[in-house]
């Protein structure tokens, strides 16, 4: 099976928790697939959110929600964040004396990812893989906001064999769904980190607001739990290695 894989980084970045918006805005650790659709909606010249009067959901998504994406963060025992403020001074912003909100974001500061997409997942009309083998975009891609460019290098084709069956541990690079899988030790590190968070997995029909699901990311090994199994075309590897895509 063919993945496109490449790297995504950015100065800073920001994925709004929209559950906290009082006092200041908080950021989700790690981009979601639905961000990440943003993005390759983005360089495929696919309309946004606001821009979807006709259509259940945004065209980005509409179109992209069936691509199978798999990301893994860089270092994500060492997630750095800072706290951003900043005058919003629109008339609309604020029944304050002046008309100025001061608004405080929690920025992710020099975030990477390593991002693997299924090049059979991808609406073949759409330029996505082209695009980024030729390094062109219609649009600038975004971390979250307009604030936050993204950079995307290092592209490349892999091939990658799915998995249907597990026996045994194995060795996952990149987030997987928290309730499938127990964390073990390995004997070769002291120390193991489990990272976990709950992230946006799909848009709500009626409202467009998200579905979430638990995700981790650890450099311990994994087994499968007794009660549970892989659903179809979600996991794959290439030299021992096993990467979750959803």
Known sequence: MKVLEFKLTGDTAFFKIPEVNTYRYLTYSSIHKIS??????????????????????????ERLMEV?????????????????????????????????LIVTEQWLEKPCWTIRL??????????????????KTIYIPYLGKNDHFANIYGVKLVEMEEVQELSGRIEMDGL???????????RSLQK????????PIKLDE?????????FSQTNGVLQLKEDRSIPEGALFTKDNMYFYFV
């Open 206 to 214: 009626q409202f467009n607001q998200y579905i979430k699901a638990d």
């Open 192 to 199: 193991i980190y489990k990272f976990s968070e709950n992230l």
């Open 68 to 100: 199978k994406c798999s990301i893994s963060i860089e270092d994500p025992k060492n997630i750095k964040k800072k706290y951003q403020s900043f005058n919003n001074s629109a008339g609309y912003a604020s029944y304050e004396k002046g008309n100025n």
């Open 176 to 186: 997987y769904l928290t309730e499938l899988f127990t964390v073990f030790s390995k």
């Open 36 to 61: 990440l659709l943003g993005i390759l909606g983005s360089i495929a010249g696919l309309k946004g959110y606001g821009l979807n009067q006709d259509n259940k959901y945004p065209e980005f998504y």
């Open 118 to 135: 299924l090049v059979d997942s991808i609406p073949e009309d759409l330029p996505i893989v082209d695009n980024l083998i030729n390094k």
